[in-house]
Structures are given as structure tokens and as C-alpha cells.
């Protein structure tokens, strides 16, 4: 079946660094949706990505979508404490039926004030 | 406001309970409905599609007589983790899909989950 890897599972940084968290899928995807999750919190929609190629700003988030639609990343320029959270993409594959996504395992970013 | 109501939000019992958890959706009626289950710090793993006033689409590996879910109105969708033993612990989720065009690729918008604790 489909796969959705996400890698760093982690990551810290200090207050005003960037960060980056990529997302494979092992098919090709129909479209990709982020999501952010605080702590103690439920996922909550941030963007979703059509288009091969489409590159989405949100303020100091950047969404990317691979050219193959195979693959995506979010990248937080000059992170601030409220950036806290798991990070997770999800994918639905082309011709994949029901609405159904496949989440990834998440990125936990953690800011350092 | 919420989109999505979950209740209960927590929920501790014996092993050999069976535990009903509901999922409205409180801003549009909603046809498809998912529920998630989520171990501490990790991904949300579909447990099943819920679809109005027909029956609910498991995942692979997820037991339907031991998660029951009845969708029977547009804003209401219920899972019942039947005779919970400790292994059934953990954090479920039930998402509601944003109404769009048919087969559109919508976002989904989560209730505020429900932890489950089996003693």
C-alpha cells in the first residue's frame, strides 16, 4: 500500500533558525495536505498542495510540491516559540479512492527561546 | 469556533468495557467522517471510513466487530471500542472531510480526540 515517510522525527532549534521537514511518498500523489498538532492538541489544516511543482507561502511557512508529485516539504524561515509542534504531511494517492490520506509520522519541532 | 465536536475527551475504565465515542460535525453535514487512533508520539493511523447511512470502510488489520461505528445521521458518527482491554489505550481521533465538489481533494478538520485508558 501507499507509504508516506517524513524525516528529520525530530528536530530543535534556537529561537530565529530555519527549519525544514520533508515528506516521500512511495506513489504518486494526487495532492498533499500539511498539518500542524500542538502538544496535547489535534491536527489542524495548514495548506494542501495540487499542483506539480506548486510552491505555497503562509507568512514565514513555505510549502513545496515535488515536480513527480512523489514528494513535498515545509520550511519555517526564523522560527519563534509558537512554531512549536508536530509537523505531519498527508497524501492521497492518484486514482486513490474514498478521500482517504495517508498521514506521515510527523516532524516534532522544538524551539529554544 | 470548533468544526468538530468530540466527546469524551477522556475516558478511563476496567478491561471488559465497552466504550462509545461520538463524533459531530457542527458546521456542515458531513457524508464521509474518518476515525484515527494515535500512540504517544507518533502518526494517525485510519482506523476506518465512516459513511453516512451505509456501512463503515476498515483499514487493513482493524477488527470491525471490535470497533463498531454507526454513522447514522449527516453530523453524527460513533465508534464503540467493544469489551477494551488495556492494548485498546490510546488517543482516537475522528476527522470530518470539508464539504467540496464530489472526488475534490478537501481538507479534513479534527475533533479534540478522545484518550482512552484501560485499567
Known amino acids: 500500500g501507499q507509504q508516506v515517510m517524513q524525516i528529520p522525527q525530530y528536530q530543535h532549534v534556537q529561537e530565529g533558525e530555519d527549519f525544514t521537514t520533508y515528506c516521500n511518498s512511495s506513489t504518486t500523489l494526487s495532492n498533499i495536505q500539511w498539518y500542524k498538532q500542538r502538544p496535547g492538541g489535534h491536527p489542524v489544516f495548514l495548506i494542501q498542495l495540487v499542483k506539480s511543482g506548486e510552491v505555497k507561502k503562509q507568512k514565514r511557512l513555505t510549502f513545496q510540491f515535488g515536480e513527480a508529485k512523489k514528494n513535498s516539504s515545509l520550511h519555517i524561515t526564523a522560527t519563534q516559540t509558537t512554531d512549536v509542534g508536530t509537523y505531519f504531511c498527508?497524501?492521497?494517492?492518484?486514482?486513490?479512492?474514498?478521500?482517504?490520506?495517508?498521514f506521515g509520522k510527523g516532524t516534532l519541532l522544538t524551539v529554544n527561546p | 469556533g470548533a468544526v468538530v465536536s468530540q466527546h469524551p475527551s477522556w475516558v478511563i475504565c476496567k478491561s471488559g468495557t465497552s466504550v462509545k465515542i461520538e463524533c459531530r460535525s457542527l458546521?456542515?453535514?458531513?457524508?464521509?467522517m474518518f476515525w484515527y487512533r494515535q500512540f504517544p508520539k507518533q502518526s494517525l493511523m485510519l482506523m476506518a471510513t465512516s459513511n453516512e447511512g451505509s456501512k463503515a470502510t476498515y483499514e487493513q488489520g482493524v477488527e470491525k466487530d471490535k470497533f463498531l461505528i454507526n454513522h447514522a445521521s449527516l453530523t453524527l458518527s460513533t465508534l464503540t471500542v467493544t469489551s477494551a482491554h488495556p492494548e485498546d489505550s490510546s488517543f482516537y481521533i475522528c476527522?470530518?472531510?470539508?464539504?467540496?465538489?464530489?472526488?475534490?481533494?478537501?481538507?479534513?478538520?479534527f475533533g479534540d480526540g478522545t484518550r482512552l485508558s484501560i485499567l
Open positions: 498527508a497524501g492521497r494517492s492518484s486514482g486513490g479512492s474514498n478521500y482517504k490520506l495517508t
Open positions: 476527522s470530518v472531510r470539508d464539504p467540496g465538489p464530489r472526488y475534490s481533494n478537501q481538507p479534513q478538520h
Open positions: 458546521d456542515f453535514q458531513a457524508t464521509t
